[in-house]
């Protein structure tokens, strides 16, 4: 009975998985594939799991925002190994849930992603999400020993678990929290993309080394930046250095993206026009029209924000009052202009 209660408690975390309104095409199918995912793990259901990492990484099938539906499905996946959790029962059960998997599909790279995956939530759960300089100093121990389980086991299984791109972006991460030296991570990162030049995660992972809340700088990812763009540029134009620095914004700069960082802010906008083209979704827009505005561009703020076919999405604006002023303040320069004109014609 006891047992069957700890399970309950390890299924009620699948039900954490953060919801996200339906109102645009991208965050709507996020929604819909964190939903089925997380209905596939409360039924123990590998076999589908199984069928939709295997479809996601043959097909490269991609968001409507650009985003590889294998990435929203491994986000799903480790959502529902649940940091918060700090009981040992609810982690030995989370293990028993990751080694049936595995069990089931020892070939299968997606399973030893998801056990790896379990490793590395597993020490969150000892750090916490806060400020280094807030964590007790007994956590360390076990977030150091869970990081080295998780990259002994991606180490071990590389083999199979390399034939999916993820298993670069895991062992990026396990580089970040180890501290890997800079020649010893480039190695890496560079094999990654020599085999899956693509795939976008092995680029945002890498920003998360390099930047400066893990001892990075703005200098080392301008120059991953750079780099990043001239391996793209032949099937991406610009895109890759405007999401760059738009996962960049996310992890380190937030509203200080264009005062301490080095973005290119002309280069940025070509790769947004870039990312346009393929990826007209809403969720690119409105993220790129708040980029706009706070680069101080009101021609291509407005322009941008005249693009938009919905309300404001508030996961891009944070508050409608910084959509409200960035369109007040792109529109009064445009309504100026046209006043002008229309004074200078009569």
């Not at 083999?159 to 972006?169: F, G, L, N, Q, R």
């Not at 990043?228 to 890759?240: I, Y």
């Not at 445009?334 to 014609?345: E, Y």
């Amino acid at each position: 009975m006891k047992l069957q209660q700890m399970y309950l408690s390890f299924l009620v975390a699948f039900g954490l998985v953060i919801s996200v309104p339906g109102h645009c095409d991208e965050l709507s199918e996020r929604a819909s594939m964190n939903k089925y995912v997380k209905l596939m793990m409360q039924t123990q259901n590998v076999t589908e799991l199984e069928a939709l990492s295997s479809t996601y990484l043959s097909t490269q099938a991609r968001t409507s925002s650009g985003i590889w539906k294998l990435t929203v499905f491994n986000t799903a996946i480790s959502l529902a190994f649940d940091s918060r959790h700090k009981g040992p029962a609810y982690w030995a059960l989370a293990e028993k849930w990751a080694r049936n998997w595995v069990e089931h599909y020892p070939e299968s790279p997606a399973a030893h992603i998801a056990y790896a995956q379990m490793l590395l939530n597993h020490g969150w759960s000892f750090r916490g999400t806060g400020y280094a300089k807030d964590v007790e100093a007994q956590n360390w121990a076990p977030f150091a020993e869970y990081t080295q389980q998780a990259r002994t086991y991606l180490e071990t299984h590389k083999t199979i678990a390399a034939k999916d791109p993820s298993w670069y972006e895991l062992m990026a991460v396990v580089a970040k929290q180890q501290s890997w030296p800079e020649r010893e991570f480039s190695k890496l990162i560079n094999e990654g993309l020599e085999r899956y030049p693509a795939f976008y995660q092995i680029y945002f992972a890498a920003i998360g080394y390099y930047g400066p809340k893990w001892g990075g700088n703005a200098e080392s990812i301008e120059k991953f930046a750079q780099a990043a763009l001239k391996r793209t540029q032949s099937s991406e134009g610009f895109g890759m250095y405007a999401r760059i620095y738009w996962v960049a914004s996310q992890t380190n700069y937030d509203d200080r993206l264009f005062s301490d960082s080095l973005v290119d802010w002309p280069v940025m906008k070509k790769g947004i026009d870039d990312v346009l083209k393929k990826y007209p979704d809403n969720w690119n827009i409105n993220n790129f029209a708040r980029f706009a505005c706070l680069s101080g561009d009101k021609k291509k703020t407005a322009e941008l924000i005249s693009r938009m076919d919905t309300p404001p999405l508030m996961a891009a604006w944070d508050q409608i009052s910084d959509f409200q002023q960035c369109k007040d303040w792109a529109y009064a320069e445009q309504a100026t202009s046209d006043k002008s004109l229309h004074t200078d014609t009569q």
